[in-house]
């Protein structure tokens, strides 16, 4: 680790539209293969940043939270593969089910409750941490889990409320008044 290196992102977001736009932003510079770590509590936001993300690979079907499968598959510039791991009884379980699939090389997988598949999570991926619940803002942390995720930070909008490594807040650009 290099001192004084951005080694992650925070974002504040005020309500759903910006976290969906953070997440499009994101989606800018997604490439084949990337893994996307979403963790969060129930309600924080983590679906929200999917449909955001998918949106900005250009995807016009409606992303919904998958509830009878473990992972939905949706086209776009990259296919997205939406995984929510919310009713898993266990990581075994989401391995036997085929959640790790070859199809997913071509394209980017977002995984709602990352957590729960523990150790069976590859390290390299991008985690978005998502804090905050009902119309609290939502503290939103881009941390890249490895240095060809690094582009993500890029990729973060200039516009929004940001915090240094050491959580220091420093606004950039003021967000207008709604
Ligand atoms: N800044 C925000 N970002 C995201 N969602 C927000 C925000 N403020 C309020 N919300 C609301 O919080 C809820 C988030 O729901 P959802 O994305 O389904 O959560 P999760 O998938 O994490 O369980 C939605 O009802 C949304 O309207
Ligand atoms: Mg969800």
Redesign the pocket.
């Known amino acids: 680790m290099i001192a004084g290196q951005s080694l992650e992102r925070i974002v504040v977001?005020?309500?759903?539209a910006?976290?969906r736009a953070l997440a499009g932003a994101l989606a800018a510079v997604a490439r084949a293969g990337d893994l996307i770590s979403l963790v969060?509590?129930?309600?924080?936001?983590?679906?929200?940043?999917a449909k955001g993300f998918g949106a900005g690979l250009g995807i016009t079907d409606t992303i919904v939270?998958p509830s009878f499968v473990l992972m939905a598959e949706y086209r776009g510039r990259l296919p997205l593969f939406h995984v929510d791991l919310y009713r898993l009884a266990d990581a075994a379980e989401a391995l036997a089910g085929g959640l790790i699939d070859d199809r997913q090389a071509e394209g980017v997988t977002i995984v709602?409750w990352a957590e729960r598949l523990a150790d069976a999570m590859p390290a390299e991926r991008l985690d978005v941490l998502?804090d905050?619940a009902?119309?609290d803002?939502?503290r939103i942390t881009i941390r890249p889990g490895h240095s060809a995720y690094a582009r993500y930070l890029e990729a973060v909008p200039a516009t929004v409320e940001t915090a240094d490594e050491a959580g220091t807040a420093a606004a950039t650009t003021p967000e207008p008044e709604r």
Do not use: M, V, Y
Request: proline share 8%.
């Open positions: 977001t005020r309500d759903p910006g976290t969060g509590d129930l309600g924080a936001g983590k679906t929200q940043f939270s709602e998502i905050g009902g119309d803002p939502r």
